[in-house]
């Protein structure tokens, strides 16, 4: 009989936990079903579906102008080099566990040879002591809200006023990697305005809690937009028509960006089911976002058996992978979106029941 794999048995499950659904072509479809198609496309960076989106997320992050990049890669690396270029400085500094760091093949410093400086241990995130410990001049610093790598942890919004503060008093120019800026707003309290203030260029994204296809905005004032269109154009950016990308980026956004509430709840609640079991703990324990990781006090093949049979009994999706962390412990990462609230409670409290009971046999006597 040929075996099951998590794999599998999360993709044939009849309810899953997370996320908004599968990433298939339906995604592109519903955003375009209500489209007249007499609408022109945009050419080259111009034209009203562009510059209308980009107004109205300039407008939300409350900064003078905003440029619309096909990837979050392209529009951080531009935004670290304009920071270096208007200083004279190749040099920047952020969490060793960035995204830019760690999934962008060294595109930074390959392509512009730019220094960096790790702030902060790789397990906690970027803390004001860290900044003021910067020995040598630096030209910018990035911060990542929330820091996905480490469970989506976030630094308090005080901590965040007083690193801007500092960084304005020192001539260091601040950058926001908010690729998950909304799903950050409802811990903190604060509109996308009032976060984006504390910085002096910032990004978003539009395919992970908004759920759209791709796509990013990089906003600030009109000089570095100026710049940050000349360097998109390098980069190939400046694809003849980014319209497929834009307006299912504006219709997910109108969709859920008032949801991120109900994320951020759901978030908290699921956390407390994982951290009710046997050998699980969530990170951060109590979810700060819609975002955490689940953590296994077990080697990965001692805990994918489990999780497997869970999820083949109960019909409810957990994960698709684990990731090993070292011999004993592995983990996956959570992100709360419209499914949550499709599940039945009864299941919920189920699927929870048979994998503490499951990890219990198994691990209780280790
Ligand atoms: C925190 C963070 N920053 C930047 C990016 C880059 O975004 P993109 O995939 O649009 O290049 C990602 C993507 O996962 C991310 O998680």
């Known amino acids: 009989m040929v075996q099951n794999t998590l794999k599998d048995t999360f993709k044939n499950s009849n309810y899953k936990l997370a996320g908004h659904g599968e990433r298939n072509i339906h995604v592109l479809k519903e955003a375009f079903k209500s489209i007249d198609g007499d609408l022109e496309s945009d050419n080259y960076g111009e ?9 109205k997320m300039a407008a939300t992050l409350g900064k ?4 619309f990049f096909p990837s979050g890669t392209m529009a951080q690396q531009i935004a670290l080099r304009i920071w270096c270029d208007e200083k004279g400085l190749r040099k920047v500094a952020y969490h060793p566990l960035s995204h830019i760091e760690i999934h962008e093949e060294d595109g930074l410093k390959e392509l512009h040879k730019i220094e960096t400086v790790l702030l902060a241990e790789k397990n906690r995130v970027i803390e004001l002591e860290d900044v003021l410990r910067i020995e040598e001049p630096i030209a910018s610093i990035l911060l990542e809200l929330p820091q996905r790598e480490i469970g989506g ?3 308090s919004f005080e901590t965040l006023e007083q690193i801007s503060k500092h960084c304005q008093e020192h001539g260091i120019k601040l ?11 409802p811990y903190y309290q604060k509109s996308a305005a009032e976060v984006c203030a504390l910085f002096d260029s910032v990004y978003i994204s539009f395919y992970k809690g908004v759920g759209g296809i791709a796509g990013a905005v990089l906003a600030g004032d009109k000089e570095f937009i100026k710049h940050s269109k000349v360097w998109k154009r390098r980069y190939g950016g400046d694809l003849i028509s980014l319209y497929p990308y834009i307006l299912s980026a504006d219709y997910y956004y109108r969709q859920r960006a008032d949801k991120m509430e109900l994320y951020y709840e759901a978030a908290k609640e699921l956390a407390g089911f994982y951290n009710a079991c046997h050998g699980i703990s969530t990170l951060p324990l109590e979810p700060v976002s819609n975002m955490f990781h689940v953590h296994f006090h077990q080697a990965k ?4 058996p489990i999780l497997t049979e869970v999820q083949q009994q109960t019909g409810i999706g957990l994960t698709s992978y684990l990731k090993e962390i070292d011999e004993n412990s592995c983990s996956f990462e959570v992100s709360l979106g419209d499914l949550y609230e499709t599940v039945p409670r009864e299941l919920l409290e189920k699927v929870f029941k048979q994998l503490d009971a499951l990890m219990k046999q198994r691990f209780s006597s280790i």
Request: no cysteine.
């Open 47 to 55: 034209g009203a579906v562009i510059q209308e989106f980009e107004e």
């Open 175 to 185: 950058h926001l990697d908010g690729a998950r800026l909304l799903e950050v707003l």
């Open 153 to 155: 942890q976030l630094p």
């Open 301 to 304: 093949e001692l805990v994918e």
């Open 64 to 67: 003078e102008e905003a440029v």
